[in-house]
């Protein structure tokens, strides 16, 4: 499967935040919003990267949990 379509697939799957693969070849998230001040009390990031588009997945969720942690 192209990097296009995965960047597509991963953009559908989390709409809140903006995918990209940089020129070096990693995958990159950030948010399109700024951080709420509970969301950086509870450690989630404003944008993340990974090694591959399943990587970028896994930490997506995980930021994920961290808003729902942020939530009260």
């Not at 597509?8 to 950030?30: H, Q």
């Not at 509870?42 to 729902?68: K, S």
């Amino acid at each position: 499967m192209s990097f296009d379509r995965r960047l597509a697939e991963i953009a559908r799957e989390f709409p809140e935040w903006t995918i990209w693969r940089s020129d070096a070849g990693r995958w990159w998230a950030t948010r399109h919003r700024p951080l709420t001040s509970a969301q950086r009390a509870a450690g989630c990031a404003m944008t993340i990267d990974a090694d591959e588009p399943d990587g970028l997945r896994e930490q997506l969720r995980e930021q994920e949990e961290c808003d729902a942690a942020a939530d009260p």
